[in-house]
């Protein structure tokens, strides 16, 4: 028992030197988590505000001229305003506006008569972006009902009686899509980190042939798997926990969880994802390979699977059934749990159990394969 702690007590100590001597593992652990973490917090959003939109002014009225100055005052748009409606056109035309209000000329006209035709606000979008043209039709509608009922305080006109909503959104009452994609994106960086740096490392000792040289003493499989996992495994933690720390004190996203929860998951995910990554550079054996597979299987079941950018329930039922077996599935869920709830454990340790039984399954395949390749 003490000749097996030494050696691996020996095995961790040469791979922290290698990792002091060879600066791309400290460039995958913290530099890459840290450029990634501010493009996917700057750069990607879900919140359609400042839409270029033309507004056609067609009626010289006041109310007219009103409700353009609502559309104008709006933040959910960038507002370009003519009384000509085919300058407009032509900016739709070549995407340089999404979307086209017209307020026409009848509508002043139309809005004081006593009759219960109302007048037609026509809003046209560019459906090439469908997301986009929704927001165009559902912010444009916000502008005018607001507008109206604005205008009818200050005319004493009573609205009609009926139902009213009371809407109320939980978790994420101000619905700031970088509170949900930021804790996401952290999870997307973990699964790259966690298979980079083990695929990349281990692979280039297989080439070189220091991985041969090693089998070759009294060094047991397990032991390698153990001094090989303890660095990068520390590492991993160290990039979780900085990159965690930028999202709450730079990007202000609120964390509702504890810290034992939050370790819990990254222990049981990191576990995962250097498994992988140590499976990879044991069936690879070359850098090159090594990186482009850990990008395949890490990196875009990521992205795609796991529920970060698409919704996990609406894919067809094969594909729902393959996000199974994507670790960064279960960290996407728990981190946004912590963040924007807080420590729900009835959601996050069957997250954990999972994410270590697909260690467990990952470590046992590489023993094998280990093995087998060097007898």
């Given at each position: ?43 990607v959003s879900l919140d359609a505000k400042r839409i270029r939109i033309g507004l056609a002014l067609e009626d010289n009225g006041e109310e007219a001229a009103s409700l353009a100055a ?37 509508f002043s006209a139309t809005l004081h008569k006593n009759v219960s035709e109302q007048p037609m606000i026509q809003v046209i979008t560019d459906g090439s972006e469908t997301n986009t ?20 305080l200050k005319q004493g006109k009573s609205e009609l009686n009926g139902p009213r909503l009371a809407p109320r959104i939980w978790f994420n009452p101000e619905l700031e899509s970088r ?197």
């Amino acid at each position: 028992m003490k000749d097996r702690l030494r050696r691996i007590r020996a095995l961790i100590t040469k791979e922290f030197v290698q990792v002091v001597r060879d600066p791309s593992s400290l460039l995958i652990a913290f530099v890459l988590p840290t450029i990634l973490l501010f493009l996917f917090g700057f750069g990607v959003s879900l919140d359609a505000k400042r839409i270029r939109i033309g507004l056609a002014l067609e009626d010289n009225g006041e109310e007219a001229a009103s409700l353009a100055a609502s559309f104008k005052a709006s933040p959910y748009f960038d507002v370009r305003i003519n009384r000509d409606a085919r300058s407009l056109e032509e900016d739709l035309l070549a995407g340089r506006s999404r979307g086209m209000v017209v307020i026409a000329d009848n509508f002043s006209a139309t809005l004081h008569k006593n009759v219960s035709e109302q007048p037609m606000i026509q809003v046209i979008t560019d459906g090439s972006e469908t997301n986009t043209a929704n927001y165009v039709q559902n912010y444009s509608q916000g502008v005018v009902s607001t507008w109206s009922t604005i205008r009818n305080l200050k005319q004493g006109k009573s609205e009609l009686n009926g139902p009213r909503l009371a809407p109320r959104i939980w978790f994420n009452p101000e619905l700031e899509s970088r509170d949900s994609l930021v804790p996401g994106a952290i999870a997307i960086i973990m699964a790259i980190i966690g298979t980079l740096l083990t695929a990349l490392v281990v692979s280039r000792e297989w080439e070189r042939g220091t991985m041969e040289a090693m089998m070759a003493t009294p060094v047991g499989i397990a032991e390698v798997i153990i001094g090989k996992l303890i660095p990068y495994f520390l590492l991993g933690m160290i990039a979780m926990l900085g990159s965690v720390t930028v999202a709450v004190f730079l990007f202000k996203v609120p964390f509702h969880g504890s810290l034992t929860a939050l370790l819990l998951t990254s222990i049981a995910f990191l576990l995962a994802a250097l498994g992988q990554g140590l499976l990879i550079s044991t069936v690879a054996k070359n850098q090159f390979v090594a990186a482009q597979v850990a990008m395949v299987t890490g990196f875009l079941p990521a992205f795609l699977l796991s529920g970060f950018i698409f919704e996990i329930a609406s894919m067809p039922l094969p594909i729902r059934t393959l996000t199974r077996i994507i670790p960064a599935r279960y960290l996407v869920t728990n981190l946004q749990t912590l963040f924007l709830v807080g420590d729900v454990w009835r959601l996050l340790l069957p997250n954990i159990l999972i994410l270590l039984l697909l260690a467990g399954i990952l470590f046992f395949i590489t023993a094998r394969k280990t093995a087998k390749r060097l007898r």
